[in-house]
Nanobody
Framework: QAQVEESGGGSVQAGGSLRLSCVAS??????????MAWFRQIPGKEREFVAR????????EYANSVRGRFIVSRDNAKNTGYLEMNSLKPEDTARYYC?????????????WGQGTQVTVSS
C-alpha cells in the first residue's frame, strides 16, 4: 500500500527558511517512476499548486507566487523529495501536502500525504 509522509513544517518568522521532506513508500513502480508535487491549502480556500518535479528530477515547475524563493528537489535513492522554502512570507502560511503520480501533469495526483503545517509570522 502506497504511503506518502511529509515532515519539516513549523513556525518561522518572515524572511526565514524551512525545508519540507516527503517520503514515499509502497509505490507499485518505485519512487523513481513517479513525479512529485507540492500543494498547499488554507482552511476555507481551494488547494493551491506550489511546485512539481519530474520522476528523474530534470524538469521542475513552480507557481508564480513561489518562483525564485522555493526549490523542489528529490533523492530517488532515498525515496524522498524536498521543498526548500526561502524568504518566507506570512502569505505562505498553509498546510503543505506532497503528492506523487506516474504522470507529471496528472490532475489530481494519485497518492497524497496528510500534510505538514507551515506558519510564517510577520
Amino acid at each position: 500500500q502506497a504511503q506518502v509522509e511529509e515532515s519539516g513544517g513549523g513556525s518561522v518568522q518572515a524572511g526565514g527558511s524551512l525545508r519540507l521532506s516527503c517520503v514515499a513508500s509502497g509505490l507499485p513502480f518505485g519512487f523513481s517512476m513517479y513525479a512529485m508535487a507540492w500543494f498547499r491549502q488554507i482552511p476555507g480556500k481551494e488547494r493551491e499548486f506550489v511546485a512539481r518535479i519530474s520522476n528523474g528530477g530534470r524538469t521542475t515547475e513552480y507557481a508564480n507566487s513561489v518562483r525564485g524563493r522555493f526549490i523542489v528537489s528529490r533523492d530517488n535513492a532515498k525515496n524522498t523529495g524536498y521543498l526548500e522554502m526561502n524568504s518566507l512570507k506570512p502569505e505562505d502560511t498553509a498546510r503543505y501536502y506532497c503528492a506523487v503520480d506516474r504522470y507529471y501533469r496528472s490532475d489530481p495526483y494519485d497518492h497524497w500525504g496528510q500534510g505538514t503545517q507551515v506558519t510564517v509570522s510577520s
